[in-house]
């Protein structure tokens, strides 16, 4: 099977500008979550989608959104970038299954705000 | 709320050696799973190894084992042969499935280990 993907996997945006980035979850996968890593607040959670539903979000500002889309793809929009926005976005997807709460990841989109 | 602790910010093995690193975790949930992820310099997440608090068992994948005591919180990675691949940032990770957050991981600040040859 295919890992997750995440697109692009660079991205240089200046203050002030939006961004928004993609992810392709694990075939079969239908829970997407988001992860926000800096070297100074480490690893964060941004928020989860299931079926098209947010389920779950993290502490971060409403410029932080996404959405999911029926075939599971999801896509995260950042609006009003700030400089402290310049991170690691990290993308995990797991199976809906009972007892099976592992997430798998993808590669991640470095995003540098100047 | 759960917090996940890696005291140790780095660590050196050498090649063939055997390692711990360690985990700690606050909660007030009984059912819950924790996991060890390594993120090479590639940046890839990729999980080593995942418990499930309910088992009592240890879990092992090949060289990869833990030590779960659950009664201290304490949730420790060891692992042995050590192979210069296995450098990397390692992270512990917590999900309470019944939190209401099931696909929300809780992670430590990571422990970068260097094997040295």
């Known amino acids: 099977k295919a890992g997750v993907t995440q697109t692009p996997r660079y991205l240089i945006k200046t203050r002030g500008q939006q961004v928004t980035l993609s992810c392709s979850p694990i075939?079969?996968?239908?829970?997407v979550s988001w992860y926000q890593q800096t070297p100074g607040q480490g690893l964060q959670f941004l928020f989860e989608y299931f079926s098209e539903t947010q389920r779950n979000k993290g502490n971060f500002p409403g410029r932080f959104s996404g959405r999911q889309f029926s075939n599971s793809r999801s896509e995260m929009n950042v609006s009003t970038l700030e400089l402290g926005d310049s991170a690691l976005y990290l993308c995990a997807s797991s199976t809906p299954g009972q007892g099976a709460y592992e997430q798998y990841f993808g590669p991640g989109t470095r995003l540098t705000v100047t | 709320a759960q917090t996940v602790t890696q005291s140790q910010p780095e660590m050196s093995v050498q090649e063939a050696e055997t390692v711990t690193l360690s985990c700690t975790y606050d909660?007030?949930?009984?059912?819950?799973?924790l996991f060890w992820y390594k993120q090479p310099p590639s940046r890839q997440m990729i999980l080593v190894i995942r418990?499930?608090?309910?088992?009592?068992q240890n879990a092992t994948e090949n060289r990869f084992s833990v030590n779960f005591q659950k009664a201290a919180k304490s949730f420790s990675l060891k692992i042995s042969d050590s192979q210069l691949g296995d450098t990397a940032m390692y992270f512990c990770a917590f999900t309470a499935p019944l939190s209401g957050s099931a696909r929300q991981l809780t992670f430590g600040s990571g422990t970068q280990l260097t094997v040295l040859p």
């Open positions: 418990q499930e608090a309910y088992k009592q």
């Open positions: 909660t007030s949930e009984n059912n819950y799973y």
């Open positions: 075939s079969g996968h239908r829970s």
